[in-house]
T-cell receptor, first 115, second 114 residues
């Protein structure tokens, strides 16, 4: 099993450009998450999904959109990138069990720089 | 809503010395507690978790943590640190209602010196 994979690993954007980050998991997990990690801020939840076709806002959702069209994929979109969105983005997934406190499995991260 | 505090931003220990990383949580009911480790350039990996039962839990890589309800703490310990333990460590708390995502602390960076 590959676990959780993220594409791309690195990306540089100019302000105002758009892009989509792809997260894929092969563990048949129901729940998926997008986080951003910034120095001194720890991990902050952007959006999450409790199943195919569902999404919910996390702590810092502004400027991002997500879609979960397939159970194994969770896409994070930036419609108009801003320098404040320079960060490392992590995707994670977890088993359901009907609860959101199960162990999360993390991808390797995407380092995004917005100039 | 639950919250978690890691009071130490950066800790430096000598190789072979003991380690304790602090984690304090705030949650009115039964918490579900986790410690994750992030090696440089990597994603997070679960070290251990506490759901119920014995308050002293063992994890991977020789780590353990103790849940103390009276102190709202879940401190991570290791008796003898290895250079490869240099990483960032995150504590996380989940609510027993199960309907809110985990909340992560801001992390503690561990440096290991010879």
């Amino acid at each position: 099993n590959a676990g959780v994979t993220q594409t791309p690993k690195f990306r540089v954007l100019k302000t105002g450009q758009s892009m989509t980050l792809l997260c894929a998991q092969d563990m048949n997990h129901e729940y998926m998450y997008w986080y951003r990690q910034d120095p001194g801020m720890g991990l902050r939840l952007i959006h999450y999904s409790v199943g195919e076709g569902t999404t919910a806002k996390g702590e810092v959702p502004d400027g991002y959109n997500v879609s979960r069209l397939k159970k194994q994929n969770f896409l994070l979109g930036l419609e108009s990138a801003a320098p404040s969105q320079t960060s490392v983005y992590f995707c994670a997934s977890s088993l359901s069990g009907g609860v959101l406190y199960n162990e999360q499995f993390f991808g390797p991260g995407t380092r995004l720089t917005v100039l | 809503a639950q919250s978690v505090t890691q009071p130490d931003i950066h800790i430096t220990v000598s190789e072979g010395a003991s380690l304790e990383l602090r984690c304090n949580y705030s949650y009115g009911a039964t918490p579900y507690l986790f410690w994750y480790v992030q090696s440089p350039g990597q994603g997070l990996q679960l070290l251990l978790k506490y759901f119920s039962g014995d308050t002293l839990v063992q994890g991977i890589k020789g780590f353990e943590a103790e849940f103390k309800r009276s102190q709202s703490s879940f401190n991570l310990r290791k008796p003898s640190v290895h250079w490869s333990d240099a990483a960032e460590y995150f504590c996380a708390v989940g609510a027993d209602s199960g309907n809110t995502p985990l909340v992560f602390g801001k992390g503690t960076r561990l440096s290991v010196i010879a």
